[in-house]
C-alpha cells in the first residue's frame, strides 16, 4: 500500500464571499444576472469570471 503525503503548507481555505451588487446599480444587476445564469448552466469558470468583473465594477464605479 503507497502512502501519499501532503506537500508541506497545504492547507485548505475558505474563498472569499461573492461580491453584491451596489443596489439601484444597473450595471451591478447586469453582472449578477450573467453570473446567475452561468451558475444555472454550471459554467462555474464563467461565474468565476463575473465575480472579478463585479469587483472591477465596484472599484471603478463605486470606489470600493
Known sequence: MAITQRPQGYR???LPPEPKAVSGCHGCLSICVQRENSR???DYSAVSD???ELRRHHTQAHGS
Request: hydrophobic share 35%.
Open 50 to 52: 463575473a465575480n472579478v
Open 12 to 14: 485548505l481555505t475558505e
Open 40 to 42: 444555472s448552466r454550471g
